[in-house]
């Protein structure tokens, strides 16, 4: 089967189930969670530290070149690690729901910071296989159905599973999601191999060393790291303060919100990486990052005019929409330009930095956000979040030769 020039292979068919494994822990040791404590009677100061369960997942690149250097006896470089981190994670799940939050709250805070382990573990192996794994001309669509496994995951896990919850308890419905992560599984079992392996890092100490040196050993690598934090800084800073945005300086409701913003703006995003993933097939990976980079930078100015309207429902649909789709295409584009960085022996550990690199911009952006509302209003927010994209977009002009470079099949592989 074809799509738009790229044949639809069974690597290719299979980032969707992968994308749906990586993102059904997710909630099972957050929100879903969070829930089940509460309807429990647990305190709120109990509740609250359950916050800190999540930093596995910010902080996965420390493990990552364990990853890389050693191999699971069975199924390849990564599709082993993937297969025991899903095994690990059906067990975990299933310990979970033998707990009682009322009396057991700190053995299920342990199997809840277990669980966020081996999930941020599983990310960790599953990017890395999406990167070994798929050709250049595959990356976008690739990312695409990853991303919207991601998402749909993280549905089933969350909203699905309250629903469950209410009406057949919560230890059933932990135990359907440690049935369903057990057929997501499966998948792994039937992915095939890369056709070039990477080979791994002989030693730990280069296993963690090398993916540096590799990396800072490329032309303007400094100034490909600055375009990993700024690239999607513009998008990022916006989306901090949207909620806050659409209630009290647009004067929705929050059921208004939840219904636009969250389920629009979800099946938005799918659409924009789905349809993102497709359009780089035919324009290449410097062509999708421009035209995308500057989608989402021009989107911003949809709440811009929103917040110069006021309150107005079709103006709100617009423009969470064309928002969340261009975030989509732009995500769809990004990560590719992640992958393509990835040399293949290290794609665990290169993966989990540049990722986390990512991640930086967004950290920082929150804080002065409030701030910079309070001094300059709404419309003079977003048109500033406008203008923070702009930068990635010059620099994106910038490195354009050694962009395409990247866009080029790597030795022994075919395009």
Same mark, same amino acid.
């Given at each position: 089967?074809?799509?738009?020039?790229?044949?639809?292979?069974?690597?290719?068919?299979?980032?969707?189930? +992968?994308?749906?494994?990586?993102?059904?822990? !997710?909630?099972?040791?957050? =929100?879903?969670?969070?829930?089940?404590?509460?309807?429990?009677?647990?305190?709120?100061?109990?509740?609250?530290?359950?916050?800190? #369960?999540?930093? &596995?997942?910010?902080?996965?690149?420390?493990?990552?070149?364990?990853?890389?250097?050693?191999?699971?006896?069975?199924?390849?470089?990564?599709?082993?690690?993937?297969?025991?981190?899903?095994?690990?994670? +059906?067990?975990?799940?299933?310990? +979970?729901?033998?707990?009682?939050?009322?009396?057991?709250?700190?053995?299920?805070?342990?199997?809840?910071?277990?669980?966020?382990?081996?999930?941020? @573990?599983?990310?960790?192996?599953?990017?890395? %296989?999406?990167?070994?794994?798929?050709?250049?001309?595959?990356?976008?669509?690739?990312?695409?159905?990853?991303?919207?496994? %991601?998402?749909?995951?993280?549905?089933?896990?969350?909203?699905?599973?309250?629903?469950?919850?209410?009406?057949?308890?919560?230890?059933?419905?932990?135990?359907?999601?440690?049935?369903?992560?057990?057929?997501?599984?499966?998948?792994?079992?039937?992915?095939?191999?890369?056709?070039?392996?990477?080979?791994?890092?002989?030693?730990?100490?280069?296993?963690?060393?090398? &993916?540096?040196?590799?990396?800072?050993?490329?032309?303007?690598?400094? +100034?490909?790291?600055?375009?990993?934090?700024?690239?999607?800084?513009?998008?990022?800073?916006?989306?901090?303060?949207?909620?806050?945005?659409?209630?009290?300086?647009?004067?929705?409701?929050?059921?208004? #919100?939840?219904?636009?913003?969250?389920?629009?703006?979800?099946?938005?995003?799918?659409?924009?990486?789905?349809?993102? =993933?497709?359009?780089?097939?035919?324009? =290449?990976?410097?062509?999708?990052?421009?035209?995308?980079?500057?989608?989402?930078?021009?989107?911003?100015?949809?709440?811009?005019?929103?917040?110069?309207?006021?309150?107005? %429902?079709?103006?709100?649909?617009?423009?969470?929409?064309?928002?969340?789709?261009?975030?989509?295409?732009?995500?769809?584009? /990004?990560?590719?330009?992640?992958?393509?960085?990835?040399?293949?022996?290290?794609?665990?550990?290169?993966?989990?930095?540049? @990722?986390?690199?990512?991640?930086?911009?967004?950290?920082?952006?929150?804080? &002065?956000?409030?701030?910079?509302?309070?001094?300059?209003?709404?419309?003079? *927010? *977003?048109?500033?979040?406008? !203008?923070?994209? !702009?930068?990635?977009?010059?620099?994106? /002009?910038?490195?354009?030769?050694?962009?395409?470079?990247?866009?080029? &099949?790597?030795?022994?592989?075919?395009?």
């Amino acid at each position: 089967m074809k799509l738009k020039g790229v044949k639809i292979s069974r690597a290719l068919a299979l980032m969707f189930p +992968m994308g749906f494994a990586s993102g059904l822990p !997710l909630a099972l040791s957050s =929100g879903t969670l969070q829930a089940w404590l509460t309807v429990a009677g647990v305190d709120i100061k109990t509740i609250g530290l359950f916050s800190i #369960v999540g930093i &596995p997942y910010t902080l996965k690149f420390l493990w990552s070149p364990v990853m890389d250097r050693f191999n699971i006896p069975f199924l390849g470089r990564r599709r082993g690690w993937i297969f025991l981190c899903q095994i690990c994670l +059906m067990g975990i799940t299933c310990f +979970m729901a033998m707990m009682n939050p009322s009396s057991h709250a700190a053995l299920l805070g342990f199997g809840a910071i277990l669980l966020a382990f081996f999930s941020a @573990s599983q990310d960790i192996v599953v990017d890395a %296989y999406r990167t070994d794994i798929l050709k250049e001309r595959e990356r976008g669509l690739g990312v695409g159905l990853t991303v919207t496994g %991601y998402r749909i995951a993280m549905l089933v896990s969350g909203a699905l599973a309250l629903i469950l919850a209410d009406h057949i308890g919560w230890r059933p419905t932990y135990l359907v999601m440690a049935v369903i992560m057990a057929a997501a599984s499966l998948f792994t079992l039937i992915a095939p191999e890369p056709e070039i392996p990477g080979r791994p890092p002989r030693r730990i100490s280069e296993a963690v060393i090398d &993916p540096m040196r590799d990396l800072f050993s490329r032309d303007a690598a400094l +100034m490909f790291l600055v375009l990993i934090v700024l690239y999607k800084i513009g998008d990022a800073f916006a989306g901090t303060l949207t909620t806050a945005f659409l209630i009290r300086g647009a004067g929705f409701s929050p059921t208004d #919100v939840g219904t636009i913003n969250k389920g629009l703006g979800l099946i938005a995003t799918i659409a924009g990486v789905m349809a993102g =993933g497709g359009l780089m097939t035919r324009m =290449g990976l410097y062509g999708s990052l421009m035209l995308f980079g500057i989608l989402q930078a021009v989107s911003n100015l949809g709440y811009m005019a929103l917040a110069m309207v006021g309150k107005s %429902y079709p103006m709100m649909i617009g423009a969470v929409g064309l928002e969340n789709i261009c975030g989509g295409m732009g995500t769809a584009a /990004f990560v590719a330009f992640l992958m393509a960085m990835c040399n293949k022996r290290f794609s665990a550990t290169q993966y989990a930095i540049l @990722s986390a690199l990512a991640a930086v911009g967004r950290v920082f952006v929150g804080p &002065p956000s409030g701030v910079l509302v309070a001094s300059v209003g709404w419309v003079e *927010f *977003f048109f500033i979040t406008f !203008l923070a994209a !702009l930068p990635g977009i010059f620099m994106l /002009f910038w490195l354009k030769r050694q962009i395409e470079a990247l866009d080029t &099949p790597q030795p022994g592989e075919k395009a």
